[in-house]
């Protein structure tokens, strides 16, 4: 155990030799304190990059889309009335028929594909484990934002888009993304992890109010087109791990 | 005591200097090819996307402002990482040295009972020599990274930063995979290949329920770490297994959640030329029912805080790992990243691996480049590579010049000698005669010279050298003068 707390000590002292900063006792009993203090002066940071987009909403939607095609996702798009049925004729296009899906996906979204669909079987999440998971063909999510700028789907891992488990054994991944959902750039999604609820899919907005750490996302995962290497030869080759083919159903809400 | 060797040539301690280790390396014509294709690709990619890019420079002093501010306060930092990571359920130790962070790591697994690890893709790992050490412990580790397999499978050493095997090409990948997955018929088409190491892997990741990985971030504010990845063998290893193992570098906390909003989008169009990359994975602690359930972060200094005590090299800490200085180096591109001896190779292995090593080795490597600065203008976090090169050039000479060794080389005393007739005006005059009477014994009578003695013909081995004029300049004005005069 001393071994432990010597380590720490050498290399603390250490740093703070090198930047000149409080001794090591001292900085640990004013850890926090320092580091707030030293937050605060890295807000006067200058951010002179471009954090809001000026993309109408459409023009967004149009990027968004294309820039997932670029990725060979594979999208379409729907009205709110028309989610079932277009959810319904994805998953009948696919062949796809042992689904997994999170515990808080709305009923209706899975109801038209269950009547149309001979075979189709949807295990909601309640603990399934990984070998049951494994039988899945196919997994149905919702997500927390999408960024157009670069393609790109948030997961929260909310009650709607379910454990990181269930969207990375399944080969096919279909997730549903709300036009409100869609934000033009990087910094803009950041801005939104700051003001909602983790949970999103059915959660209530929440004031606009200043970001506390607390409420950041503690599970986040980025997904920009299906997994991918240029490992051999700089040829691209799309699937090795994680699902190999990402479907988007872009709701225009 | 040091641990047997991972990558035996790219041991700083061991390795030959660089124009000795670049040699062999510049015959092999069949790399040069990988190499500059491999380069050309990411470099063209990159371009493009930067040239579309309007707040480019913008994104790079933000993210040269966030970086330095946060090792001018990277105690206060660090401590809020391990107070916050703490509190999500994650245990946090320090490792002063590589063999503090081996020994850390192997207990960890020790208590896990584990005799099995599976690995994401990590340099920090390879710095410290882990898998060697690891595999003496009887623990054996498995690569997962794509790359690293066909690295570790056909016992061959990385030679870039972000994709390590752009050295080996598919007829080479082929015979690998054939020989040991058992897969005589396999063909070398990449597609073939990539589903072969897919299902390869695959048990591998349900089964071992211990991985080992390294940090793109760490965030301060949160405790989170950020891994960003193409293939999806991270986002395995770091939902699947019941212990994880974070090994990061203490440079690689941010202060901020929101400052990867900065880092995530220079990251991705300078490492592989896209706009973002397929997977990027934050995670902060422990979260009941999913991910790991034993987390464990363990920051490694190994020489990064004497770095951060110095003003011009400190910035060689905000590196993120991108490799865009290596593919835009004129260097790099005809040697390869094993000319280096490092799992640091191109413009930022030249000044980071010396100061790592504390200038006691791979001294050389501030010497392998041209200083054209090209690293510079891309580098995201604008290190000013060519400013600390010169200025590891005056540390390792001036270390150099007292050493018995070098006292009596031909260069040495060539500059001593020098220094003496140029602080004498008398003697400098005096050295130019001598010099014009010397020189006529090696000009030809086309007026070159074509070949000097000793240290001279390092220099007359590839260049001529323009014979002295009959007369100085100053010898030159003088005449002028008098001719105006008479």
Redesign the interface.
């Given at each position: 155990m001393s071994a432990?707390a010597d380590?720490?000590k050498?290399?603390?002292e250490?740093?703070?030799?090198?930047?000149g900063?409080a001794t090591?006792g001292s900085?640990?009993r004013n850890?926090?304190a320092?580091?707030g203090?030293?937050?605060e002066?890295?807000a006067e940071?200058?951010?002179?990059?471009?954090r809001r987009g000026d993309m109408t909403v459409s023009a967004r939607h149009e990027r968004f889309v294309e820039?997932l095609r670029e990725?060979d996702a594979e999208v379409v798009e729907c009205a709110p009335e028309g989610l079932a049925a277009a959810i319904a004729a994805q998953i009948e296009a696919s062949g796809m028929r042992k689904f997994v899906a999170p515990p808080g996906i709305p009923a209706e979204w899975y109801v038209d594909a269950a009547r149309k669909i001979e075979g189709f079987e949807c295990t909601l999440d309640h603990?399934l484990s990984?070998a049951e998971i494994?039988q899945a063909e196919g997994v149905l999510t919702g997500c927390f934002c999408g960024?157009a700028?670069?393609?790109?789907i948030v997961l929260h891992?909310g009650p709607a888009e379910g454990?990181?488990?269930i969207s990375?054994l399944p080969d096919w991944h279909l997730c549903v993304v709300r036009a409100s959902q869609v934000v033009e750039t990087?910094?803009e999604?950041?801005d939104r992890?700051?003001i909602r609820e983790q949970g999103s899919e059915g959660a209530r907005e929440q004031e606009n109010r200043e970001?506390e750490?607390d409420k950041?996302?503690?599970?986040?995962?980025?997904?920009?087109?299906?997994?991918?290497?240029?490992?051999?030869?700089?040829?691209r080759?799309k699937?090795?791990?994680?699902?190999r083919f990402l479907n988007v159903i872009l709701v225009r809400d | 005591m040091s641990a047997a060797t991972e990558h035996p040539i790219l041991d700083p301690a061991l390795a030959p200097p660089f124009p000795a280790a670049a040699l062999p390396v510049l015959r092999n014509v069949q790399l040069r090819k990988n190499v500059a294709h491999a380069i050309d690709v990411i470099q063209a990619k990159r371009g493009k996307l930067v040239a579309e890019k309007t707040d480019w420079q913008a994104l790079r002093s933000a993210a040269a402002a966030i970086k330095d501010e946060t090792l001018a306060n990277l105690g206060a930092y660090l401590e809020q990482f391990e107070e916050r990571c703490t509190a999500a359920g994650g245990h946090v130790h320090w490792a002063a040295d590589a063999a503090d962070a081996r020994r850390i790591i192997l207990e960890i697994l020790r208590e896990e009972k584990a005799d099995e690890v599976i690995k994401i893709k990590t340099m920090t790992s390879a710095e410290i020599q882990l898998n060697p050490f690891l595999e003496a412990a009887g623990v054996r580790a498995y690569e997962t990274d794509l790359a690293e397999i066909i690295l570790q499978l056909g016992r061959g050493e990385p030679s870039h930063i972000v994709v390590p095997a752009l050295h080996v090409n598919r007829a080479q990948v082929r015979e690998i995979f054939a020989r040991t997955m058992g897969l005589p018929d396999l063909s070398d088409d990449p597609k073939g290949l990539t589903e072969a190491a897919r299902n390869y892997l695959r048990r591998k990741f349900l089964d071992v329920p211990t991985a080992i990985s390294g940090a793109n971030f760490l965030v301060a504010e949160t405790g989170g770490v950020a891994i960003v990845e193409s293939e999806g063998n991270g986002r395995m290893c770091l939902t699947l297994p019941r212990t994880m193992i974070t090994l990061a570098g203490i440079e690689k906390v941010v202060p901020r959640f929101q400052d990867l909003e900065v880092m995530l989008q220079l990251l991705a169009r300078s490492a592989t030329g896209e706009r973002m990359n397929p997977y990027t994975s934050l995670w902060t602690g422990v979260v009941p029912g999913d991910g790991p359930q034993n987390f464990h972060v363990v920051l490694l200094d190994n020489g990064r805080s004497s770095i951060l005590g110095r003003k011009t090299e400190r910035q060689t800490l905000r590196c993120i790992r991108c490799a865009a200085c290596m593919n835009t180096c004129p260097v790099y591109r005809q040697t390869g990243g094993h000319a280096y001896g490092s799992v640091y190779p191109g413009p930022i292995g030249a000044i980071l691996t010396p100061q790592l090593e504390h200038l006691r080795h791979a001294q050389s490597l501030p010497f392998a480049s041209s200083l054209c600065g090209a690293c510079y203008e891309v580098c995201p976090v604008k290190i000013n590579i060519p400013e600390i090169l010169i200025d590891l050039r005056a540390r390792v000479t001036d270390q150099e010049r007292h050493t018995v060794g070098k006292f009596f080389d031909p260069m040495y005393v060539g500059l001593r000698v020098a220094n003496v007739i140029f602080s004498r005006a008398w003697l400098f005059h005096f050295a130019q005669w001598a010099g014009r009477i010397g020189a006529k014994v090696v000009t030809r009578r086309d007026g070159w010279i074509h070949s000097l003695p000793s240290v001279g013909g390092k220099w007359t081995q590839t260049r001529d050298l323009r014979g002295l004029p009959k007369q100085t300049f100053h010898e030159w004005w003088k005449d002028r003068e008098r001719k105006d005069r008479d």
């Open positions: 432990v380590s720490r050498k290399v603390l250490a740093i703070h030799l090198a930047t900063a090591a900085a640990a850890g926090a320092s580091a203090k030293a937050a002066g890295g940071i200058a951010r002179g990059y471009v820039r990725y603990g990984v494994e960024v700028d670069s393609g790109t891992h454990r990181r488990v990375l990087l910094p999604y950041f992890c700051a970001p750490a950041l996302p503690r599970l986040v995962t980025w997904i920009s087109g299906p997994s991918a290497t240029a490992d051999i030869e700089m040829t080759i699937g090795v791990h994680g699902p | -």
